[in-house]
Nanobody, 120 residues
Framework: QVQVVESGGGLVQAGGSLRLSCAASGRTFGLLNMGWFRQAPGKEREIVAAITWIGGSSTYADSVKGRFTISRDNAKNTVYLQMNSLKPEDTAVYYC?????????????WGQGTQVTVSS
C-alpha cells in the first residue's frame, strides 16, 4: 500500500502563487508516476500535471501550461506543484495521485485533497 498526503492549499488573490506538496509513504518502490488532479464545484475531476518517477518527464493540462510547474524529490518521496499567475478558475480541491498513467486516468492511489481558492 502507498499513502499520499497533500499540503499547501489555501486562499490567494488572483495573480498570486501557491505551492502544493505531496508526500508518498509505504511501498513506494516502483512508483511510476505521480501528479495532481483538481475538481471544482459542479465539475468533473481533471488532470492538471503529472511527472514520471524515473527521469522526471512532466506533462501538463493546456489550461495550466506556462503557469504551473510540477517537480519531485525522489529522496523525500515528495512531489510539488508550483502554481503561479493563479486565476479564479483555478479554484478547486487539488488531489495528489499516483499510478501507472495519470493522463489516461489510471490511478492507484489518491490523497485526501487540499482546497485552493483564488479570489478575484
Amino acid at each position: 500500500q502507498v499513502q499520499v498526503v497533500e499540503s499547501g492549499g489555501g486562499l490567494v488573490q488572483a495573480g498570486g502563487s501557491l505551492r502544493l506538496s505531496c508526500a508518498a509513504s509505504g511501498r513506494t518502490f516502483g512508483l511510476l508516476n505521480m501528479g495532481w488532479f483538481r475538481q471544482a464545484p459542479g465539475k468533473e475531476r481533471e488532470i492538471v500535471a503529472a511527472i514520471t518517477w524515473i527521469g522526471g518527464s512532466s506533462t501538463y493540462a493546456d489550461s495550466v501550461k506556462g503557469r504551473f510547474t510540477i517537480s519531485r524529490d525522489n529522496a523525500k518521496n515528495t512531489v510539488y506543484l508550483q502554481m503561479n499567475s493563479l486565476k479564479p478558475e483555478d479554484t478547486a480541491v487539488y488531489y495528489c495521485a499516483a499510478g501507472p498513467s495519470l493522463f489516461r486516468l489510471i490511478v492507484d492511489y489518491w490523497g485526501q485533497g487540499t482546497q485552493v481558492t483564488v479570489s478575484s
